[in-house]
């Protein structure tokens, strides 16, 4: 069962396998063309706008110049009026004084 292989199907040899420092090295020149890669390609684009026969436009400079003017407020025609309203009481859960009663003036009722 276990025969050894003919001449015409013979094995290649192996090959040899790379040191750990040429692997490294390699690793690192694969790591930094594909870090710097994308750069080269963005550098490679040609620039939007620009062309030979077109000249640079002239810059030109405005200069604006605003003038604020602080004007105090009006006073008011009459100062403001302040009432005072009873704040209850603080103790439990009551409920507020009822309003008081209100007449017209002049109405009595008959009798």
């Given at each position: 069962?276990?025969?050894?292989?003919?001449?015409?199907?013979?094995?290649?040899?192996?090959?040899?396998?790379?040191?750990?420092?040429?692997?490294?090295?390699?690793?690192?020149?694969?790591?930094?063309?594909?870090?710097?890669?994308?750069?080269?390609?963005?550098?490679?684009?040609?620039?939007?706008?620009?062309?030979?026969?077109?000249?640079?436009?002239?810059?030109?400079?405005?200069?604006?110049?605003?003038?604020?003017?602080?004007?105090?407020?009006?006073q008011?025609?009459?100062?403001?009026?302040?009432?005072?309203?009873?704040?209850?009481?603080?103790?439990?859960?009551?409920a507020?004084?009822?309003?008081?009663?209100?007449?017209t003036?002049?109405?009595?009722?008959?009798?």
């Amino acid at each position: 069962m276990t025969e050894r292989a003919s001449s015409s199907h013979a094995a290649a040899p192996r090959r040899q396998r790379l040191s750990k420092r040429t692997l490294r090295a390699w690793a690192w020149i694969a790591g930094a063309a594909a870090l710097f890669t994308p750069f080269a390609a963005l550098a490679a684009q040609p620039k939007v706008g620009m062309t030979s026969a077109s000249a640079p436009r002239p810059v030109i400079i405005k200069r604006v110049v605003r003038r604020v003017v602080i004007v105090a407020a009006r006073q008011p025609t009459a100062p403001a009026r302040v009432v005072y309203v009873s704040g209850g009481t603080t103790g439990g859960g009551t409920a507020p004084a009822p309003a008081p009663v209100t007449t017209t003036g002049g109405s009595t009722v008959p009798r």
